[in-house]
C-alpha cells in the first residue's frame, strides 16, 4: 500500500509517497539518501537511529514512516546553522571526547537534545537514563554524559 | 619549544566534527552505482554433508542477477590455515558456513532469493566441547588432519618448573574457564566490490589490515585464474574494530565472486543478528594453573595448560597463545615458567582476535590465582604484588627487554586511591570487598609477522598545510589526530593545518595493521620521521632566503634568514632565527618560492619506521615489541548476598603510557577498554548451544549501557619512553585487560567465594555462596 505523506524534515516541508512497510530510517537512508541517522541493530534496541519526532527521541528503525505524517522531524543533519556552525551539543561531543568510532553519535546526540529540550538542567541520572537505550561499544559512555553536561551548562547560561 | 606544541594537550578529534554531523561515511553510507546487493545462505547443521543444493527457484526471482554454490565458481581458499573455502560444496562444519549466495537489485529480493534455495544435508554428529574433541572416537571436524587437535604445539619453557615447586613454600592451584565473548562493533561488516573492465579489484570494506587483506584479494585472484590483475582496498570511516577485522571473511570472498559473475559491483553489508552469529569471537580458553612462591613471597614459578575451543575453522583464535605467552612469563618477576596450550577443532563458532588479544583471559587466571597466593603465604595481595613487581632493565623468561616500566607506581597509585593499606586493616565493612590486578602488554609495536613497519609520506603545500599518508588505519581511536599532533609539532605548525590521508592502498604506504595496540608508537614514529626529514628540507631552503616587503607607508625593507639552516627553526607557520627571534619568514611564502622558481623543488618526505623488536623463536622467545606497558586496576564492589548482585563503587585505572600525547583520548581509550572489561567480567556471554548462538541480539547479549556506567578513575602514570614517539607507548588494549580479575579478586574480599568463570553472574555468586554456608 503506498500512501502520500507530507511533514517537515529539518525545517524544509516534504511531500512525497512511501509504502506502507517503510520505516522511518529507510525512508530516510534509503529512499532521501540522507544517511547520518545510523543503522545499528534495525530492531529498536541500540539506538543508533534515534532522531526526534515531534520533539520525541524515536528510534527510527522501527518507527512506520507513514506516522510522520504532519510532524515534524528533526535528524542530525538538521541541527548545526547553516553557517557550519555546530549545535551546543555537537560541540560539547567534539570538545569533550564523546566521540570515538562516532557510529552511535548522531542517535547519542538525538537522544540527548530530546532530553535538554524537555529538561534543560538534568541531573547526571536523568542523563544516563535518557541515554539508556542508545549503546556505545567505544566510550564506556563517561565523555558522553560530560558532554551532555557540559551542553546543559553552556545552554543554561546563554 | 615543545611547550607551544599541541604534544600533551586535549586536542578534540579530527573527525569529530564530522561525525557529530552525521557527515562521516561508513560502509553501511556507500553505494557505488549499478550496485547490487548480495547475501548469504548458510548452513542449517552445525555438521553435516551436503547432499545437494537446489537454486532454481531463486534463479527465476524477477531482480536476482546471480546464485552461486561451490559448484559454479573457483574455489577460493582462505584463513590462517587456509582450512575453508568461501563456499562450502561436501560438508558444513559449523552453522556459519556459507553454503549458496545471490545478488540482487535490492537486498529484500536478495532476502527471498536465499529463503528459496533448498539444501539437502545428511547431518552428522557434532562435537561442541574441546575436551571431547581431544578424546578417542570423538566426531572429526575435518577427516582429513585425523585428529581435532590443531597441529600448532604452543609451548614455552623456561627453568625447571617441577624443580621450583617441590622447592616452593607456597603453592596455589587451580582451575579458570573464559566464554565466548564478541566484539559488538557499532556498526556491522560489510563489503564492496567492483571489477573494472581489465579485472582489477576494488574492495570498499570496513578493515584493520588494509595491507594484509589486499594481498589476501590478491591471493583470491590468482585462485579465480585472474593472472595479472590486482587489488586496492578504500576504506570508509570504520564503526570500531577491537581486533574483529583482523582477517579476511568468507563474505568478502563471496561479495568479489558475486561481482566477477555480475560484472556489477556487489554489497554484502552484515545485519545486527548475522554479527553477532558469524562474527568470530574471543576464545573460550579452559586453563589451569599452578603458582608458587618462597617465604618471602617471591615468586618461585608459574605453570599454566590450556585448552582453547579453535571452532571449524582457524583464524586468529589460534594463534592468541603466543600473546597468553607475555603475561604468563613477564607479567611480575618470575624465573621458572611453563606453558602449553592446545587448539581443537569443535563444531562451534571459530574464534579469532578481541581487544587483549588473549591477554584477558590469561591475566584472569594469573591474577585470580595470584591472590590465592597470597592468602596461601599470608602476604596482603597488594604488598605481593609490589615484591614481585617487574622493573626497568628487567629481561624477561620470554627474552622481552623491559626498559621502561611504571608498574610499581601503577600498584602505589591504586593502593593510594583505595586506601588500601587502611582499609586492609580497618574493620570489614559488610559486603564490600577491593581488588585489585595488573598487566603487561606490547607497547612498542609486537613483531608477528616478518614486518612490523608502517610506512609515511608527508607533503607540503604552497600555503604550508600539510598532507600526511600513512598507512594507519584509525577506527575510532584517534590515531589520525594522534599522528596529525605530532606531525604538526614537529614541522612547527597547527594540528589543524594537517591533513591525514589514510583511506586507500593505492595512495598510502605500507603498513602491517592496526592492532597490537602499535599505532601510536609504529605509525607515529614513522610520521615523525618523514615530517623530521620534511622540516629539514624546509630549513635547508629558508637559509639565506631575502624575504622583500612593503609596510603600509610603502617603504621597502628587506628580511634576511640565517645563512646556517641549524640556525633555524619553524614555529607557529614562520621560519625564525634563532640568533635574531625578531627575523622570521612566513612558511607558506618560503614554500611558494620553492614551487615559482626555476629549478624549483618539492617538499615531500618518507619514512618506513620498522621498530627493531624481533620474532618469537623455535622456543617462542624473542624481544616481540620495542618496549611494554603496564598498568594496575583496583576496584571496590559491593555485593548483595541475597540477590548476588554486584555494584562496582570505585574503579582506579592506573596506566604506565609513556606520556600522553593527547590525554583526551588516552583516557576515551581506558574508560571504554575498562568498560569493555567490566562487561567480559559481569555480564557478557555468547550462549552457544550445540553450536548456535542463542542470543544474537542486544537484548540477550549484555553490554553495558549508560545506565551501567562504572566510575572509572584513570590514573596516566608517564615514563617517557626512549623509543617511543614524544616517549609514548601503547593503550589501546591494555585498559581491558585486568579489568575481570581485578573485580574478581574484589568480590572474593567482599563474600569469600572465588568464581573462577566468566562472566560472574548474580546466579553463580548465590550458588557459591550457597556451597560456602
Redesign the interface.
Known sequence: MKQVISFVLNGDRMELEVESHWTLLYLL?EHLEI?????????G??G?CTVLVNGKAINSCIFPAMEVHGATVI???G??KPSGE?HPL?KA?????G????????GM?MAAKGLLDENPNPTEDE???A???????????????EAVMAASRTASQQ | MEALGSVGKRVPKLDAADKVTGRAVYIQDLKVPGMLYGKILRSKYPHARIIHIDTSKAKKLLGVRAVITAEDVPEVRFGLMKDQPALKGQKVRSYRDEVAAVAAIDPQIAEEAISSIEVEYDSLPGVFNPEEAMKEGAPLVHEENKSNVLKIPWKLVEGDVDQARKDSAFVAEDSYDLTWVTHCCMGTEGVIADFDLRNNLTVYRNTQIPYLAQRDFNDALRAMGLKGSKSRVIKPTIAGGFGSKLDTYAFEYIAILLAYVTRKPVKILQTREEEFRYTSTRQPAIVNIAQGCDQNGKLTFRDISMTLDNGAYTSWGATTPSVMMMPISSLYKVPNVRYEATCVYTNNTWSQAMRGYGNPQATFAIESNLDQLALEAGIDPMEFRLINANEPGEITPQRFKITTCGLKECIWEVGKRLEWEKRKKGAKIEGRGIGMASLIHVGGGARVYKSDGCGTIVKVDDFGTVSVFTGATDIGQGAETVIAQMVADEIGVMPEDVTIIDNDTDVCPWDVGVHASRTTFVAGNSALMAARKVKEQILKISAGYVDRWKDKEGNRHETKLDDDPANLFVRDRMICSATDPETKVSLGKILRGAHYSQGGTMIMAEHFYDPDNENLDREFKGNLSKTYAYGTHGVEVEVDKETGKVKILKYIAAHDVGRAINPMLLEGQIYGAAAMGTGYALTEQLILEEGKVMNANFRDYKILTAKDVIPVEPVIVETMDQDGPYGAKGIGEPGCVPSAPAIANAIYDAIGVRIKSLPITPEKIVEALRGKK
Open positions: 537512508r544517511t547520518g541517522t545510523k543503522p545499528g541493530c534495525e530492531s534496541e541500540c543508533a535528524t542530525i543533519e541541527l548545526a555546530l555537537q561531543f567534539v570538545e569533550h571526547g566521540v570515538q568510532c562516532g557510529f552511535c553519535t548522531p546526540i542523563i544516563r537514563h541515554l539508556a537505550g542508545n549503546i556505545c561499544r567505544c566510550t564506556g559512555y563517561v565523555q558522553i554524559i
